[in-house]
């Protein structure tokens, strides 16, 4: 007897949060059609889709092509070749909608490298390169450019990676004038 009890007990409490649920019935209103109503339109979610971006659409205007050929080829001038290997080179527009630029290069060996960097058409830019080491401070060395000639800098360089970054003064969208820019790092 005493384990019938027991086992009542043990069966009652297994039924009792059970039966707690078992009761519990949610009623979800239906709208109320008559045969003159048509059916409500069944909307299917759209995902937002983000504005087709693709490349820059190039500028037309003939002048300004001109002047940034021209100013291509000054800033070819300033950078001229040098004696020994080049580890980074890059140039790229000031302005515009696909202005400045940014590039990484591998270092072979540490040592003595001589970064020069120039920009044309433009009152000026500046140019950071360096390296990034974990556990080392980020410390990247900054040319200023006052577009008059190239500026050049020698520096330490350990093996493994170099970045150049080119810096503009103004954010945003700036107009389109043909300015242009450039870094080369040597050894």
């Not at 707690?20 to 239906?30: R, S």
């Not at 980074?88 to 527009?93: N, Q, V, Y």
């Not at 500046?126 to 200023?144: D, H, I, N, R, T």
């Not at 520096?155 to 700036?174: K, N, R, W």
Request: glycine residues 10%; negative net charge.
């Amino acid at each position: 007897m005493k384990y019938r009890r027991h086992r009542l007990a043990v069966a009652l409490c297994l039924l009792i949060p059970l039966s707690g649920t078992a009761g519990c019935v949610y009623e979800y209103p239906e709208p109320v059609r008559t045969p003159t109503t048509a059916p409500e339109p069944v909307h299917t979610p759209t995902p937002d889709l983000p504005p087709a971006v693709g490349p820059p659409k190039p500028y037309t205007d003939p002048q300004v092509l001109e002047r940034e050929v021209k100013n291509y080829a000054e800033l070819d001038r300033l950078l001229r070749p040098v004696s020994g290997p080049v580890l980074l080179f890059e140039e790229g527009p000031l302005d515009g909608p696909v202005r400045g630029f940014g590039t990484t290069a591998k270092v072979p060996a540490a040592g003595q490298y001589t970064v020069t960097a120039a920009c044309v058409g433009a009152s000026g830019a500046k140019v950071s390169v360096g390296q990034e080491y974990p556990g080392a401070p980020f410390q990247p060395m900054e040319l200023a450019l006052d577009c008059a000639g190239a500026t050049s800098q020698v520096i330490a360089l350990q093996q493994g990676y170099v970045f150049a970054h080119l810096l503009l003064p103004s954010p945003g969208d700036t107009p389109w004038t043909g300015a242009v820019g450039g870094v080369r790092v040597s050894g």
